[in-house]
């Protein structure tokens, strides 16, 4: 038999077996489903009249173990057009619309990601991080860039941090680990394969573990100490967004461990400065 991929198809053979109110979601979905893609589990229950539960049943009956999974999935059931590209664009706006478009949702996902900033969970942070021997900052795909902006900021400062965005070289040095580091990993899905390894080796070790992740519920999320999250309401695996909304997180933790060790900082920086400032023609 051959395996059914795309999320509107699952749900039209799966749709007799559905329940009465899991019915009610797959209708919703049906009828919205370029909406649905930008949408939280917790909206699509309430537009559908549901609870998060049912929803959670829902999308686990069509075979997904996670929510993310399945927007990705449904995603692909979308037409193609040039939301593919941008969400929210057409092919008709003048280059000034799709920049004001494109702004927005920079906008919007770092909104977002305020609204749901956790005050606690960045103070443990910022506290796992100053108190650790040494950080391994790992991430593997789109989050590596973002991994590497937070490993040359904490760097300047005098943050003992170490930097690994290969798969196999990030499991190596987080099994040399201690309980006395901690590892921090970011991972928008919380559910990729490596950063999830690398993570449970740090659990082994008895390092202090920090996500940043856009999941709450994510495999990564589970086993975090603190999970930050960057929130970004995109269908795209390789969003541009999502990327903003980290960016945003990393330079608070930045910016908190200056203002935690401040002369140091500050010396720091005077140093990079006349060393780069006198380095003409490199």
Known sequence: METINDAMSRITAFYESLSASEKKVAEFIQGN??????????????NAGVSDATVVRFFRVLGYKRWVEFIVSLSR?????????????????????????????????????????????????????????????????????????????????GVNCTLMTDAYLQIMRCSLLTPDDAVLVISQSGGSQIPLRT???????????????????????????????????????EAINSRIAQYSIIYAIYVNLALRNLERSIANEQIIWDAVTNSEGL
Do not use: W
């Open 33 to 46: 489903y370029t909406k649905v893609i930008k949408m939280s589990l917790a909206d699509v229950a309430l």
């Open 77 to 157: 059931s979308v037409p193609v057009s040039s939301e593919l590209i941008y969400e929210a664009i057409s092919v008709t706006d003048t280059p000034g619309i799709v920049a004001e478009k494109v702004l927005n949702g920079a906008i919007h996902a770092v909104q977002a990601t305020l609204e749901v900033l956790d005050h606690a969970s960045m103070e443990k942070c910022i506290d796992y991080i100053n108190n650790a021997k040494t950080t391994l900052i790992a991430a593997v795909g789109n989050s590596s860039p973002t991994a590497e902006e937070l490993y040359y900021q904490l760097f300047r400062i």
């Open 199 to 237: 993570a449970r080796i740090a659990k082994e070790k008895g390092c202090k573990l920090i996500a940043v992740t856009g999941d709450t519920a994510s495999p990564l999320a589970e086993l975090a100490d603190c999970v930050l999250v960057s929130v970004a309401q995109e269908s795209k695996a």
